[in-house]
């Protein structure tokens, strides 16, 4: 049988820290949906239609196990739809453990017969966050390192029109 897992987030970009992990997840998981959030308490600076399409331009190389989906609502009940049995999260420093711990908590109540998976990057990805992505592109500095040419295109793009 095959087995799935779901990675959710915002993916406001994709970064190479993402597509690092759902190369990892594909080690374990024989498909990965990869879950675009819709609604999310964080105003994201792409839509979610634009943070969908450029995960998927991103992860096209991983082929057909990987598919990407945008969702709202409740993770437990997406997962429960796609026969997910594992939730990928990652773990970059100290400081995610908080939020992630109580939110594995809150999804094993929820549904316990799925497990979370915390991942943790290469190194070089472990200081990586979408929201220090926008921060740095903003202020002109270079980005190429860590995100696709397509989504720092998209940045670039995007913080003109904003500012
Ligand atoms: P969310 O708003 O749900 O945290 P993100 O897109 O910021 O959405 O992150 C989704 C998941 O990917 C989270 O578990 C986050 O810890 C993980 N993640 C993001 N960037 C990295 C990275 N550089 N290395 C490892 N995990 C990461």
Redesign the pocket.
Known sequence: MQTIAI??????P?????A??VKRSLSLFDKVIVAV?IN?S?EPLFTFEERAELTRIVLSPFGSNIQVISFKGLLVDVAGQYGATGI?????AVS?FD??FQLAAMNRNLAPNIETI????SEK???????MIKEVASLGGDISKFVSPEVEKALVDKLRVNF
């Open positions: 990675y959710p987030g915002s993916f406001d994709i970064t190479k820290g993402h690092d992990l959030s999310h964080k990928i999260r990652g773990l970059r995610d939020y992630e915390f991942l943790t990057p990805y472990s200081f990586l966050s979408s929201s």
